[in-house]
């Protein structure tokens, strides 16, 4: 951990001095409203207590001492003193933009580098959160990770998502089973084949992971694709940038029409946050809702669409698998494009949605323990 060399009180904010040369400026009321004492920040719920619309915007220090753990400050106009930790000052040592992302690495890949398939034990991710961490770290990592020796019933099927969080509820129920009966107003309840897509382009909160496991298969075809949405992203930034421009900016509508609702949300086919990190894939032609942009633009957009949509049919880009019975596949929704190859005979899945927030707040709690 970062250790302070030494401080100097200003006017308007506190300079700290690190051993290793950073120099860092925090504004008096910036470190009143970060403080760490209760009656600041509740030791429980970690929720501010402060109305911070009430301390004076002229806030200033009298006295900063350092302790080995923290920076102790008492207030010019008789405040109640405060502490902050030197490790949570360590943390903001260079202004930045806020920053949520996991600190996970994430790495690309394409049909050759991808070696061994990402895969854990069923009986590892029950046995406790060493085998979670492991499962979903894999999911992180690469987009997607194979619960093998999965039991092939709904029930085990069930319990294994649940090792993760709660099942998301969308207009296809919670926990479902399915075969190719076109109970739902989706391709995805048939056996035709489905090219590579995200799914939930239709929602303004896409469903962040889906876990799909198949508990019988009587037939031919149903190979499985999984694709690097973020690997397609990284191809295109290189060899077509303007095509990436596009996609990166303009926002394209899916529907959903049938079973009683007409669902509609747009974003960018790649979407990224404040910071300019690409956070999230979002492409199904299927559930592409209709668009008339003036005429160039509408020449352009099909073009990138075009230049992304070959890409994830290329061979090189897939991971090509027919799930059998027992593999239990988790992936990440904002990241990979699935789908499968027709096929005939019955073929019959169970899976769930989860939420985004809900996979990167699971794996947050890993590194802290």
């Not at 006017?11 to 910036?30: K, M, N, Q």
């Not at 669409?305 to 239990?328: C, K, S």
Request: net charge negative; glycine share 8%; aromatic share 10%.
């Amino acid at each position: 951990m970062a250790t302070i060399g030494r401080v100097a009180r200003q006017r308007t904010h506190l300079a700290i001095i690190w051993t290793d040369g950073v120099e860092s400026s925090y504004p008096w009321i910036w470190l009143r409203d970060h403080a760490h004492d209760e009656s600041t920040l509740h030791p429980v719920t970690q929720q501010r207590q402060l109305y911070t619309a009430a301390v004076a915007p002229s806030i200033e220090a009298a006295d900063v001492t350092i302790t080995s753990d923290d920076v102790a400050i008492t207030w010019r106009d008789g405040t109640a003193p405060s502490s902050l930790p030197i490790r949570f000052l360590a943390q903001f040592r260079r202004p930045a933009p806020a920053a949520t992302g996991l600190q996970t690495e994430r790495l690309l890949w394409d049909e050759a580098s991808l070696q061994p398939t990402p895969s854990v034990d069923y009986d590892e991710i029950m046995a406790g959160d060493a085998g979670v961490a492991a499962w979903l770290g894999s999911v992180a990592a690469h987009g997607f990770c194979i619960a093998t020796g999965t039991p092939t019933t709904a029930a085990a099927t069930e319990a294994l998502v649940r090792r993760v969080s709660y099942v998301r509820e969308t207009i296809f129920g919670g926990f479902w089973e399915f075969t190719a009966d076109l109970s739902k107003a989706d391709t995805a309840y048939t056996n035709l084949e489905l090219r590579p897509h995200t799914d939930g382009t239709y929602s303004h909160d896409a469903p962040g992971l889906q876990l799909l496991h198949c508990l019988e298969f009587d037939g031919e075809g149903g190979e499985s694709t999984i694709v690097d949405g973020f690997r397609l992203a990284d191809e295109l930034r290189l060899t077509a940038p303007r095509h990436f421009e596009v996609l990166s900016t303009v926002a394209i509508p899916g529907q959903y029409i049938g079973d009683g609702v007409h669902l509609m949300a747009a974003r960018p086919v790649l979407r990224h946050d404040h910071t300019g990190a690409l956070v999230q894939v979002s492409f199904n032609n299927a559930d592409r809702a209709p668009l008339l942009l003036a005429a160039d633009e509408m020449t352009e957009l099909y073009d990138a669409l075009r230049g992304f949509d070959l890409l994830a049919n290329q061979r090189r880009f897939q991971w090509r698998h027919v799930l059998q019975p027992g593999e239990a596949l988790l992936f990440d929704n904002w990241r990979v494009l699935h789908g499968r190859t027709a096929y005939t005979g019955r073929r019959r899945l169970c899976g769930a949605y989860l939420n985004h927030e809900d996979f990167e707040s699971r794996l947050r709690m890993f590194a802290i323990h």
